[in-house]
């Protein structure tokens, strides 16, 4: 590896877009990879509309003051978008073209896996020093403890289920609440133990209608109100579904179903988003300086890490197995 010295000069130029859903601290990760590239006389412009503005060449030279009171917004100033041109080879050359084009020698992707996917293509078919950082909501890439955007959005989905226990509690009510997870559970059983839930349902652990209605049966004999919280990827389809099966079998409650839905991914992020966001855009922007590449930044046990692409992306993240047995002592 050169020394600081030397690939300095070779990074001159960064570029930096968001991609996939937005998240929470999207755009306090945005302030902090512009302002540690200015602190560290680098140039650094937006890519708006993720990688589709790379092949469509909408790109902006962004200042510090252009970043100014953006921390505590929501979404994400420079936008997102999925882009099937920049999935064929064509499409990313293109891309390679505009960047060029704009003197951009290096690129921070904020996003997720499939963020990450097409970051690890392109330095592979051109080369361009890439480093990625974490911005979904869903919680679910190794290599970090925790993406930002996944402590809001859980934020958010408690609050609206501690408004609805206050309803199931007056009437006497069995909810089934859907939260964002599709591949993921980890939002539905987080908001699971700080809300109360009486049961939890996730795509990564088989859990059949009969252990739903057991859980049931044991909370009706003490309980003037039942939470179960399901993620969207559960494999019994999903709350309507299973609120669907359950009433047929088991109808000793008055039954509503509440999906919280992209409300989870707006709103101002929280204080842990923000730092989280502002210590990942730093990293990323002096990982490169250091000569980085093809590495997400990440934080383990409060400690910022590099992880492979390849590593992050290939490692399925697991729930904590202690934080079940946690909800079912307490959910009794």
Request: aromatic residues 6%.
């Amino acid at each position: 590896m050169n020394n600081n010295k030397e690939i300095m000069k070779a990074v001159r130029h960064i570029g930096v877009l968001t991609s996939g859903g937005d998240a929470p601290g999207m755009n306090a990760t945005i302030r902090a990879v512009v302002r540690t590239a200015h602190f560290h006389g680098l140039k650094v412009s937006g890519v708006y509309d993720g990688y589709e503005g790379l092949v469509q060449g909408d790109i902006q030279q962004l200042g510090i003051r252009d970043v100014s009171n953006i921390v505590q917004r929501g979404g994400t100033i420079l936008r997102s978008a999925r882009s099937a041109t920049f999935r064929t080879p064509e499409g990313r050359a293109r891309a390679k073209e505009t960047l060029d084009g704009q003197s951009i020698d290096s690129l921070i992707v904020i996003g997720g896996d499939g963020t990450f996917t097409g970051a690890a293509v392109f330095n592979k078919e051109y080369g361009i020093p890439v480093i990625g950082i974490t911005g979904t909501i869903d919680n679910d890439l190794a290599g970090t403890d925790t993406t930002i955007g996944f402590d809001t959005a859980t934020n958010t989905a408690m609050e609206a289920v501690d408004r609805i226990r206050d309803t199931a509690s007056s009437h006497h009510r069995l909810f089934f609440v859907e939260v964002m997870g599709r591949t993921s559970g980890a939002i539905a059983l987080h908001c699971g133990i700080a809300a109360g839930a009486e049961f939890v349902m996730v795509p990564e652990r088989e859990q059949g209608i009969d252990e739903l209605i057991t859980a049931l049966e044991q909370a009706s004999t003490s309980k003037s109100s039942v939470i179960v919280i399901v993620a969207e990827g559960d494999e019994q389809g999903g709350a309507y579904e299973v609120a669907r099966k359950v009433k047929e079998r088991y109808d000793h409650f008055d039954t509503r179903v509440s999906v919280l839905g992209h409300v989870q991914r707006g709103g101002n992020p929280s204080v842990a988003d923000r730092v989280l966001a502002s210590r990942s855009g730093v990293a990323a922007v002096e990982g490169l300086i250091a000569g980085r590449s093809t590495e997400m930044v990440g934080e383990v046990c409060g400690r910022i890490v590099f992880t492979p692409f390849s590593e992050a992306l290939s490692t399925p993240k697991q729930l904590d197995k202690e934080l079940f047995r946690i909800l079912g002592i307490l959910s009794i």
